[in-house]
């Protein structure tokens, strides 16, 4: 079809390439876009081409063994396993697709998967598509899950889909008390071209850990921190780029198209991001 944009999203085969040529070892693809083309263009070929890509691949299957397939990868002798859901898919409900076409946000469905994906792996993640649109805090869903995900022994959760970023927290399992989840509620975007940018939607971040194995197997993840990021879009919109805060000088955010009405830039980045996340995720943390 080409690119495409909203409503209905569409990029090239060879976007996929770049992803991988970037260093992106899991690919999760449940969003409210999933089915924007139907089964050809948003399942069907998209699948496909993920799996002939060295990544491993979650959120949206072609057939039912696909839909139970856990994804997972190793590293340096830990495993991780990668879960993905999403609220919805715009203009359809969930009873229009096949059962195994998108991973929705069902909690019979979200209990057993974790349960096989920690049989399969030391560290489970689940990318969750949630929240409200330009929403910079946890909505009252969001805490929900959250604490859910928690009681399930989830490892991190990665949130998606406010087109801004949100608040981090470790969140305490209400059942196990040894355990508690690391939860980033929204990355932001990553690239992005709006009609009408706003310096919050072209504000994001990256949340770094490690994970560490000690002699008796436990895994402990160390070494937490929030980077902010922004994406920098020229008026033409003739490219796009992505810097760390702390690269970005307010020369280069004048040019931006989203950051072009504000006095000091860098500044205002470096605050929303410190009173969004949360000051403290901002220093390497345990």
């Avoid at 489970?124 to 598509?129: E, G, L, Y």
């Avoid at 504000?203 to 990021?229: A, H, Y």
């Avoid at 931006?256 to 470096?270: A, E, F, Y």
Wanted: charged share 20%; aromatic share 10%; net charge negative.
């Amino acid at each position: 079809f080409g690119p495409c944009g909203y409503p209905s999203f569409n990029t090239t085969d060879e976007m996929a390439d770049a992803v991988v040529d970037t260093g992106f070892d899991f690919v999760a693809s449940a969003t409210n876009h999933s089915y924007d083309w139907g089964l050809f263009g948003a399942l069907d070929h998209s699948v496909a081409l993920w799996q002939t890509k060295p990544v491993a691949f979650t959120g949206t299957a072609t057939t039912a063994e696909q839909y139970n397939r856990i994804a997972t990868l190793e590293r340096n002798g830990i495993t991780f396993a990668l879960l993905n859901y999403t609220y919805g898919v715009n203009g359809f409900e969930q009873s229009d697709l096949p059962p195994y076409a998108v991973n929705f946000i069902d909690e019979k469905r979200i209990a057993a998967d974790v349960g096989r994906a920690h049989f399969k792996a030391d560290v489970v993640i689940v990318a969750m598509h949630w929240g409200t649109e330009l929403l910079m805090e946890a909505d009252e869903e969001q805490q929900r899950l959250a604490q859910f995900l928690a009681d399930l022994n989830v490892d991190v959760v990665l949130g998606s889909h406010p087109h801004v970023i949100g608040p981090m927290a470790w969140v305490q399992s209400s059942i196990h008390p040894d355990h508690r989840t690391l939860v980033a509620y929204s990355l932001g975007n990553f690239l992005a071209d709006h009609e009408s940018p706003t310096p919050e939607s072209a504000l994001e971040g990256m949340l770094s850990c490690v994970f560490n194995r000690d002699q008796d197997g436990i895994i402990s993840i160390d070494t937490i921190k929030w980077t902010p990021l922004i994406c920098h879009a020229t008026e033409e919109r003739s490219g796009f780029a992505v810097y760390t805060v702390d690269d970005y000088t307010n020369e280069l955010a004048h040019q931006n198209r989203s950051l072009v009405n504000l006095d000091d830039p860098v500044t205002w980045l470096n605050a929303k991001s410190q009173e969004v996340v949360g000051a403290s995720w901002f220093q390497q943390t345990g």
